[in-house]
């Protein structure tokens, strides 16, 4: 469980970073990379550790970056509105597409390390002869 943490906070850093120097909004693109780059780096060959690194990636992701644009809209002293009339189909939508994709980079992570050819060990070294006594 340590490796699946560790590799979800790595994953948020990583679309983090993503997100702050992409020109455009990518949306959960950065979160889906990001999660499958981590997945894949620090090996988790469970669909559960992988789990929980998708999802991590993901909330974290979608947190800091909502905090990160509430808090520039509060320096610049505008305020946020939302109008009820104005929701596209995508506001509603997008929560259910970010934990459907998060399934699948999960899913495409641990089946890439799954697919890995496992390192070649070295052979074991012959013991070493007793000195005579």
Do not use: H
């Not at 999660?35 to 974290?60: E, H």
């Amino acid at each position: 469980m340590d490796r699946s943490i560790k590799a979800g906070v790595s994953g948020f850093l990583l679309a983090i970073t993503i997100n702050l120097f992409s020109p455009i909004y990518l949306d959960f693109i950065p979160s889906f990379l990001a999660a499958i780059f981590a997945i894949y780096i620090f090996r988790l060959d469970a669909l559960r550790d992988g789990l929980v690194a998708a999802f991590m990636t993901y909330i974290f992701n979608d947190g800091i970056l909502g905090t990160i644009s509430l808090a520039m809209l509060y320096s610049a002293n505008e305020s946020y509105t939302l109008d009820i009339s104005d929701i596209s189909i995508w506001v509603v939508l997008s929560p259910i597409v970010a934990s459907i994709t998060a399934l699948i980079a999960c899913y495409i992570g641990v089946w890439l390390v799954q697919k890995m050819k496992p390192a070649r060990e070295l052979p074991p070294p012959s013991p070493q002869p007793l000195p005579p006594v």
